[in-house]
């Protein structure tokens, strides 16, 4: 067989190795690399750290998009899976479980349990990320998630049943974070809207749901039909979605540290120092998949120490404070991580407090009548599966040089709105089906885009930290809508105009956004 350069032996590109709308190929030269502007390059920050990022982001360009990335892209999407799952989950099988456990107790514990798990391990997760890095988080995660889920459906009763979905919650709650985080500190900059892409995977996690509850909430012989008649025997139905779903999440877990052994990501490695390691890596990928990649060490150490990236302590209350005032750098650095905190607040805010008042608006208005159980879940399932494909169009919007991520954002949310708007005419289940399949897609356009605009415009040394904030202001939002839920009148149509008008507001919000990651690439 003939001999082949180098050149020649590389893969031939695929659907990811070109951009939407462009024709050449990503991998280009070096020069042309050099060329390109990271998104904070000139906020004055650590110059060393904006040297070796520069070097380091001409590194991976260079690589480009191999299958390393395919295998990314679905171990980083099966968390995104996992936390929709679990939040889905609970909402589900909370009614069936609070039935056999006699109707006493609070009726929306289960909810506040696992949003104030995803509270814990949004800050948890995310800050251990920025100090131990990524990689024990991203494998540890889901272990944790996947027992606690497996273990809550044996619960003898309500209250345990709370603490495993609070540690399910925990365990999951840091997917958001460290998924975005690590695909993205692996991603050539021509494909950063692979990160919105990734996206569809919360969709997925979604329909999943629904056709395991689909499966096992609607047959007679594992759902009582009220609590006087309850026991443990005739209502299996809750267990076994709890026992499937943790089956599958456990599934996900193994091929996590099974399909890839994920190395620490180069962008964490040159806040640490660990120059060497982040050469090593890089040319590791480089040469499995023959690809150039001229990174060496004596390059990055030529462009000085990073000194901004941790204190002196790693394991100290310092270091959590270093990763705070990081991301108030710069005014603008600030500016910038105040409105992401606030739009997560703001959907954190408007997505559960819609779905919280729906029911019963609904039902008020005779949009349920002739809808059984069946029907039920077949109308849950149609909507989550609507939800896997607004990223995807996301992913090609943003990638547009006219709209970008903040117009691709501005542009779902006032859809979005539109829709809520429109839902309060809603007056059969026909009508009621077709406005959530609607919804559900119109607002993953949004939803899509800010989880990837998060990490991208964060800086490096302190983007898991800050993410996990973001998440955080999300899930507390989460908790207020539950508990609103407890005590507020359910049946009139405020709610729904007040929630369309936080989507409004997210629209200005995405408006004024000072950082636009198109044609840049992360810090």
Sequence with gaps: MEE?????????????????????DVRTSESTFGDAEEVLALQDLDPALNAK??????????????????????????????????????????????????????????????????????????MSADIIGRRWAFNISL???????????????????????????????????????????????????????????????????????WGFLVPPQWNCDSAENCPRDSNQGWRFVMYTSGALVFVMSIARVTVVRLQETPKYRLGTGEDAELVETLQSIAKKYNRPCSITFEKLDACGTVKTAHSKSRYSFQESLVHLRGLFATKRIGFSTVL?????????????LFYVFLTSYLASRGAYSGVGTFETWR????????????????????NLRFLGRRYTMVIGALVTMAFFFAYTVVSTPAQDVGFSCAIAFCINI??????????????????????????????????????????????TVAPIYLCAALYLAMAAVSVIFPFEPYGRRSS
Aim: hydrophobic content about 45%; charged content about 10%; proline content about 3%.
């Design 379 to 398: 109308n849950y399932t149609l909507t989550n599966i609507s939800g896997i494909f607004g990223p995807i169009l996301a992913a090609w919007m943003c």
């Design 340 to 352: 992401i905190w606030l739009s997560w607040t703001l959907i954190g805010l408007a997505y559960p």
């Design 4 to 24: 082949k350069t180098m050149e020649n032996k590389q893969e031939e590109p695929g659907l990811f190795e070109r951009d939407i709308g462009v024709s050449e």
């Design 143 to 213: 272990f944790i998630s996947s027992a606690a889920t497996i273990v809550s459906g044996a619960a003898p009763g309500w209250v345990s049943l709370g603490v495993f979905t609070a540690l399910a919650g925990f365990g999951a709650g840091g997917n958001l974070i460290l998924d975005t985080t690590v695909f993205l500190e692996y991603l050539p900059s021509s494909k950063q809207w692979a990160l919105t892409f990734l996206a569809c995977w919360w969709g997925i996690g979604q329909a999943v749901t629904g056709f395991i509850c």
């Design 53 to 126: 990022m520069h070097l380091v982001n001409n590194a991976i360009d260079e690589i480009g998009w191999t299958n390393y990335h395919w295998k990314l892209f679905a171990l980083n999407g099966f968390g995104y899976a996992v936390d929709s799952l679990v939040l889905l989950l609970q909402s589900n099988i909370s009614g069936p479980a609070f039935k056999e456990f006699g109707e006493v107790g609070y009726d929306n514990a289960q909810t506040i349990a696992t949003y104030v798990g995803m509270l814990v391990g949004a800050l948890f997760w995310g």
């Design 446 to 491: 949004y939803y899509g885009t800010l989880y990837a605009y998060t990490p991208e415009v964060l800086p490096s040394a302190h983007r898991a930290t800050g993410n996990g904030i973001a998440v955080g202001c999300n899930r507390i939002m989460g908790i207020i809508s539950a508990v609103v839920a407890s005590t507020a009148n359910t049946g």
